[in-house]
């Protein structure tokens, strides 16, 4: 089982397009964190703009909103989750050499900021793609289906 948290992300077309990741490479669910956008507003209505960039998979993933994104790790890893942070850190790995377990949680985190200190240290390993331009970083929806890619060996 697979699944995906997405933290503090401020970009609804990143969200969309996360989903989208998520749906093709078969991720079981998403848990939206923080400030993230969800696929409905908060009447209840489906967000247009979000639903633009997912096309669709906003209703085939599900997803749960939850404000404590610590509470929610410590759960997931009660149940046999292995926290996988997708993040730039002096204490990451290449995404290459990631080994996952049959219960695994993705993290990505703002576009600008990433993921806090506070969650990387409760993470089991944080995953870096290596760059090799004059950018020091992806756009995080981009970043996500690489790692999610090559992680998952799809």
């Known amino acids: 089982m697979n699944i995906l948290i997405l933290h503090n992300i401020r970009s609804v077309s990143n969200v969309g397009a996360m989903f ?7 991720i079981n669910k998403i848990y939206l964190t923080g400030y993230t956008p969800a696929p409905l507003d908060r009447f209840g209505r489906k967000r247009k703009d979000l639903a633009k960039s997912a096309l669709g998979a906003e209703e085939f993933v ?3 909103q939850r404000k404590n994104i610590i509470s929610l790790i410590s759960n997931l890893k009660t149940l046999g989750f292995k926290i996988v942070a997708i993040e730039q850190d ?12 049959s219960k695994n949680a993705f993290i990505v985190g703002a576009e600008v900021t990433g993921i806090p200190k506070s969650v990387l240290q409760k993470c089991d390993i ?12 992806l756009n995080v929806s981009v970043a996500l289906g690489v790692a999610l890619f090559r ?3 799809i």
Not at 20 to 26: E, L, N
Not at 90 to 101: G, M, P, Q, R
Not at 126 to 137: C, L, N, T
């Open 126 to 137: 944080i995953a870096e793609i290596p760059m090799r331009g004059k950018k020091e970083s």
């Open 62 to 64: 599900p997803w749960e």
């Open 90 to 101: 002096e204490n990451s790995v290449d995404y290459k050499d990631v080994k996952i377990k």
């Open 20 to 26: 989208r990741t998520a749906d093709a490479a078969g």
């Open 151 to 153: 992680i998952l060996n």
